[in-house]
């Protein structure tokens, strides 16, 4: 009886509670950003670094060829998805089985883009995530091995020619 009696009194708390509670939710902040990094190519102070080897003719490096090896590492995604492993972008212990969490690191991965966007001469690297630290710890680990790549990459490729350039030079 005392209940029926004040059943307005508990539909009301009811009917508040839900509406603060649905007022939150839209009023709160929200939990993940929209990353975009510009990707530009290196400036000509960087540039000059690699003068010594244009000005043997035999090798030429080239801004956009730095560039786009650059976006090449990036793109082929191994790069990504140990980033996100190292730095526990998605929490491991989610996950039943290693596979399952695979295979979202991969779903992860296959969503971050590399764009560009009209009326821009740079490319965008951007993603959706919810934890800016983490994310620029990945940004920064991401533009270090990808450098670091690229640096090996050029330079298996130099001591590839000069390999050629040698065994010409024997033939001769």
């Not at 969503?111 to 920064?140: C, M, Q, R």
């Not at 991401?142 to 050629?164: H, L, M, P």
């Amino acid at each position: 009886q005392t209940i029926w009696d004040g059943k307005w009194k508990i539909a009301s708390i009811i009917v508040v509670s839900l509406l603060l509670v649905f007022g939150f939710n839209i009023v709160k902040p929200n939990t993940t950003f929209t990353s975009s990094t510009e990707i530009k190519p290196i400036t000509s102070y960087e540039f000059d670094r690699y003068s010594l080897f244009n000005a043997t003719g035999v090798f030429e490096i080239k801004r956009q060829t730095l560039l786009n090896l650059y976006i090449e590492q990036i793109e082929e995604g191994s790069l990504l998805e140990n980033a996100v492993d190292k730095f526990n972008l998605i929490n491991k212990n989610d996950f039943d089985s290693e596979s399952d969490y695979k295979d979202t690191i991969q779903k992860f991965v296959s969503e971050i883009k590399v764009l560009i966007p009209k009326g821009s001469a740079h490319h965008v690297l951007s993603a959706e995530y919810n934890d800016k630290d983490k994310w620029k710890d990945l940004l920064t680990f991401v533009n270090d091995e990808a450098n670091r790549k690229v640096k090996a990459s050029i330079i298996n490729r130099f001591g590839t020619i000069v390999a050629i350039q040698n065994q010409k030079k024997d033939f001769a």
